[in-house]
């Protein structure tokens, strides 16, 4: 009977362990991706002042679309979103969160890729024993 908790008790404890290291994972995944957009976005702003103002002059389109979608499709809550959201949002802000989109995705596919290659590179020699 000590058996039976002795391993009740190793898979609680290495199922905390798993859901806490997720969390830590995420933590550092968001972290480096919310880094990395901000100095993307400084970066883009300070030294190529011409391709900022073009990606802001395309955010605002696609803010403007987004107007029009809540306008078509909502009706009745545009008056609200247009007191909340869109008063605070100006382009420069769609521009932020479309960078921090992107370099999320590309952070999280790196991230993906190289687990994905470790545990590649783990399976050989598993295999042999």
Known sequence: MSDARADGGNWFLSGTLATVMAIVRFSILLLLELIMAILLYSYLA???TELFGY???QARWVF???AI???TFLPSAADQAYATAFGELAPKSMLLLMIGLLVGAIVRFIAWAVIRLMR???LPAERRA
């Open 46 to 48: 300070l030294y190529h």
């Open 64 to 66: 403007d679309q987004l």
């Open 69 to 71: 979608m809540i306008d």
């Open 120 to 122: 590649a590179g783990r």
């Open 55 to 57: 990606l802001a002059r």
